[in-house]
């Protein structure tokens, strides 16, 4: 997917790519955006307590830094929109500081689709795609997995050709 050219990374996106990109990308600005619930287990994991044993600690903390970074989450989803053609297909072409906000962005949309499909570090992803498709084939889960697998996929495609970015 992505490779490197000149001091860049370089990659071709298909317009069904560009579509789920955007979704993603639009979803995460939606949800930190629109009246952020600390009760949704997804706001909890891209905001985890700095003080799990002390709430009161975590809470004054939480009070200091979570504009700043809820700022920079919304930043880097939005350089994804920013990247990606507005509509179709196309090539998206990322400096280092770009990459970085890419692969910020991605991995807050890992973490909270993992969330929401239950998705622990002992999870068999193959295997649970696998299962969805026996269930159900034509259901949002299927999609959701295959959506969550293209999303690591595409980190990792970045992750590969970044150190080598000046």
């Given at each position: 997917?992505?490779?490197?050219?000149?001091?860049?990374?370089?990659?071709?996106?298909?317009?069904?790519?560009?579509?789920?990109?955007?979704?993603v990308?639009?979803?995460?600005?939606?949800?930190?955006?629109?009246?952020m619930?600390?009760?949704d287990?997804?706001?909890?994991?891209?905001?985890?307590?700095?003080?799990?044993?002390r709430?009161?600690?975590?809470?004054?903390?939480?009070?200091?830094?979570?504009?700043?970074?809820?700022?920079?989450?919304?930043?880097?989803?939005?350089?994804?929109?920013?990247?990606?053609?507005?509509?179709?297909?196309?090539?998206?072409?990322?400096?280092?500081e770009?990459?970085?906000?890419?692969l910020?962005?991605?991995?807050?949309?890992?973490?909270?689709?993992?969330?929401?499909?239950?998705?622990?570090?002992?999870?068999?992803?193959?295997?649970?795609?696998?299962?969805?498709?026996?269930?159900?084939?034509?259901?949002?889960?299927?999609?959701?997995?295959?959506?969550?697998?293209?999303?690591?996929?595409?980190?990792?495609?970045?992750?590969s050709?970044?150190?080598?970015?000046?």
């Amino acid at each position: 997917m992505f490779r490197r050219s000149g001091g860049q990374c370089v990659a071709t996106f298909a317009h069904d790519e560009v579509r789920v990109l955007r979704k993603v990308a639009a979803e995460v600005v939606g949800l930190l955006t629109d009246g952020m619930d600390h009760t949704d287990p997804v706001v909890s994991r891209l905001f985890p307590d700095i003080y799990p044993d002390r709430p009161d600690d975590s809470q004054e903390f939480r009070l200091y830094t979570e504009g700043d970074l809820k700022t920079g989450k919304i930043d880097q989803a939005g350089a994804i929109l920013a990247a990606l053609p507005d509509e179709g297909e196309g090539e998206v072409r990322l400096d280092g500081e770009a990459a970085e906000a890419w692969l910020r962005a991605i991995n807050d949309a890992r973490l909270a689709m993992g969330t929401r499909l239950e998705i622990g570090a002992d999870t068999d992803l193959s295997e649970e795609l696998d299962n969805a498709v026996v269930d159900d084939p034509g259901s949002s889960r299927v999609f959701q997995l295959s959506v969550y697998a293209y999303l690591g996929y595409l980190q990792e495609s970045l992750l590969s050709v970044l150190p080598e970015i000046e």
